[in-house]
């Protein structure tokens, strides 16, 4: 039978992280992931260049159930911190915009950093490996009165007194996300916040969308919003109209907040004062509404918004100094409050985050312990999912810390079978 000190099930970014800071704090480490790949999510994030922290992360650039559960962990493991990392391991890397830290080159060259982490610590891993079934015992075979669990793996039986579960959610299933954490979570009586689709594009009903989707690929700023009174949340970013919905960064950011049948609110020209400018327009111009309008946002857009005119009783599709006043009122209107309901998004094979997850009043906000002893969560299987912009690895780098340093006192306390 194979014994290590921990077990950490996930080779993403929380767990390698965990894994190697666990492994030089002087624990034998085991980790194991049902692909042969490491770090998909990592490969494919950022356009190939991993978007892999962010300089502002606070607690406020994350929600779940209880949105300060996060705020131990990423203050003792900052930005900072993991940019210093870097820079030991001589990777280069540069500020995109709002704080989003990208690697120069690859990648790759976080995975790098984070297996040469691995070796430091002689770390074992198994790949390809699967993980069939987990038991607990209340008492160790050594009568130490601490409990150790048994794994079946296809590799035999794995004995270790702690385990670390940093599976992920359900996001990008073709990448080998499971529902494991999941299961094994309620397995063990934890309760869970049920998982959804987060960062994904919104999808709308087919023919409702019609007059928009010839708008596909066009993207502009905008200031985007859900939710009323204290539960109001908006975004300042980029907005991209696709041929089923929206994307972009805007709706990403504003999909986590998105409750079903709710709206959303668009101000499609944030930064300027439309009523005053079609105002001003109309006493010395006489081109089409369109064509003004076009000076405001893209022509493509000002097109269509026109064209609608007709279905709210307006007539747009005229020269501006024709328009009366209330005409032009109610286009600056719409076009800085246009508010629609989503019909849905376009789920985990686009999402690139789960939100949801397991619940942390199960969890130690210290060490990521749940409340059944030896027992892990780490990184996105958790109930906690931050903004896009480099959050959410934040959070692994993070809570993979958090745990690796309650491990290792777990382990001066004596809880150890390796």
């Known amino acids: 039978m194979n014994s290590f000190d921990v077990v950490v099930i996930g080779a993403g970014a929380a767990g390698l992280f965990c894994a190697g800071v666990a492994g030089q704090l002087g624990l034998k480490v085991?980790?194991?992931?049902?692909?042969?790949?490491?770090?998909?999510?990592?490969?494919?994030?950022?356009?190939?260049?991993?978007?892999?922290?962010?300089?502002?992360?606070?607690?406020?650039?994350?929600?779940?159930?209880?949105?300060?559960?996060?705020?131990?962990?990423?203050?003792?493991?900052?930005?900072?911190?993991?940019?210093?990392?870097l820079q030991r391991h001589g990777v280069p890397f540069h500020e995109k915009h709002k704080g989003q830290l990208f690697c120069d080159r690859s990648a790759e060259d976080i995975i790098a950093l984070l297996l040469a982490e691995c070796d430091a610590g002689r770390i074992t891993r198994w790949q390809p490996c699967s993980i069939r079934n987990?038991?607990?015992?209340?008492?160790?075979?050594?009568?130490?009165?601490?409990?150790?669990?048994?794994?079946?793996?296809?590799r035999g039986v794995i004995r270790t007194p702690s385990v670390v579960i940093a599976t992920g959610g359900l996001s990008i299933p073709k990448i080998g996300a499971t529902d494991f954490g999941y299961r094994f979570a309620r397995k063990f009586g934890l309760r869970m916040v049920e998982p959804r689709p987060a960062l994904v594009p919104l999808t709308f009903d087919g023919d409702a969308w019609a007059p928009y989707a010839q708008l596909a690929g066009l993207s502009l700023p905008v200031h985007i919003e859900t939710g009323s009174k204290k539960e109001k949340m908006g975004f300042l970013e980029d907005l991209l109209f696709t041929h089923r919905g929206l994307s972009g960064p805007a709706v990403l950011q504003i999909s986590s907040y998105w409750q079903t049948g709710t709206p959303i609110r668009l101000n499609l020209a944030p930064d300027t004062d439309v009523l005053q400018s079609l105002t001003h327009a109309k006493a010395s111009s006489r081109k089409l509404i369109a064509n003004e309008l076009a000076s405001l946002v893209p022509s493509r857009l000002a097109d269509t918004w026109v064209a609608q005119g007709a279905a709210l009783g307006q007539n747009w599709q005229r020269p501006i100094n024709e328009a009366t006043d209330k005409a032009l009122a109610v286009l600056a209107e719409r076009l800085a409050r246009w508010e629609l309901t989503p019909t849905g998004t376009e789920g985990y094979k686009k999402a690139e985050v789960t939100a949801g997850g397991v619940d942390t009043r199960d969890l130690s906000s210290q060490t990521l312990e749940s409340k059944q002893p030896g027992l892990y969560f780490i990184g996105e299987v958790v109930d906690v999912t931050g903004w896009l912009g480099g959050y959410n690895f934040q959070w692994a780098w993070a809570s993979g810390h958090a745990c690796a340093q309650g491990l290792a006192a777990t382990l001066s306390a004596g809880r150890t079978i390796a």
């Open 30 to 85: 085991l980790v194991v992931d049902h692909s042969d790949k490491v770090a998909e999510k990592i490969r494919i994030s950022g356009g190939g260049r991993c978007n892999f922290t962010n300089l502002g992360t606070t607690a406020a650039n994350f929600l779940g159930n209880n949105p300060n559960f996060c705020r131990s962990a990423l203050s003792r493991y900052t930005p900072r911190q993991f940019t210093d990392l």
């Open 134 to 154: 987990i038991r607990y015992s209340a008492s160790s075979p050594e009568g130490t009165g601490a409990g150790s669990y048994e794994l079946d793996s296809d």
